[in-house]
């Protein structure tokens, strides 16, 4: 069954980058019998906030778009896309669900749950940073007396932050694709899924997704905890913060 790539272009901070990208974008795609819907044609918006234009990229499945998605070649032009603009990005499989099994995550979701929200301000920041590999930029969203908690290993300092993202973050080509973003009580949880070049031979099969908890003062991040979460008999299907 075909599979959709929609590429939805929320903002663009430099059309010189974002022209970069896409007169590279062509040779990655090949091999991977693209078909090209939706090219930044014209149109019309009905709801929402603003956006800037619609690209949509059908493949034959889902596992060949994120393929190509996670190829070296993709991954080596992307931060052209992410240094020129902001998207929000989705592979959609084709055809329809019925109305009961229709965004399962959403099944359990209560009013009193913590409110899903904007990336915005420093984190959004890091998070940009993280994905273009730009160390300097990742240091930079940290106040001088930050701690990072990942995996259960206490990093603190901004001396040691810098040689934690070179060698783990930057070092291993390191991906952030968030999936949700949720504030609770001023802080901030960012759920993503996680790729890049690390050491991959025991974790489980399929997507790693990692819950990064946000503390920000000042413009500044003063603490971040990496939590590989795992589901709680207690909650009865709320992930909870």
């Not at 001023?186 to 050491?199: C, F």
Request: hydrophobic share 35%.
């Amino acid at each position: 069954m075909p599979a959709y790539f929609v590429y939805v272009c929320q903002d663009v901070t430099d059309r010189k980058e974002l022209e970069t990208y896409w007169a590279k974008i062509g040779p990655t795609l090949e091999g991977y019998q693209p078909k090209n819907i939706v090219g930044y044609t014209p149109f019309e918006q009905l709801e929402g906030e603003k956006i800037e234009g619609v690209a949509v990229i059908e493949f034959p499945s889902f596992e060949l778009a994120k393929t190509w998605y996670d190829s070296p070649a993709y991954r080596a032009i992307r931060h052209h896309r992410m240094d020129g603009a902001k998207y929000i990005g989705v592979i959609a499989q084709g055809g329809s669900l019925p109305p009961a099994e229709r965004m399962p995550q959403t099944k359990d979701r209560r009013p009193g749950t913590p409110a899903a929200t904007k990336l915005t301000g420093v984190i959004a920041d890091h998070i940009r940073a993280v994905n273009n590999f730009d160390t300097d930029a990742i240091v930079a969203t940290f106040a001088d007396d930050a701690y990072v908690n990942d995996n259960r290993r206490e990093i603190a300092g901004i001396d040691a932050i810098r040689r934690w993202v070179d060698k783990e973050m930057v070092g291993d080509k390191v991906t952030l694709d968030v999936r949700e973003v949720v504030d609770h009580y001023g802080d901030t949880i960012v759920r993503a899924a996680y790729d890049g070049e690390y050491d991959k031979s025991k974790l489980p099969p399929g997507e790693l997704i990692m819950s990064n908890y946000f503390s920000v003062r000042d413009g500044k991040i003063v603490s971040l905890a990496v939590i590989r979460n795992q589901p709680s008999e207690y909650s009865q299907g709320n992930k909870g913060p």
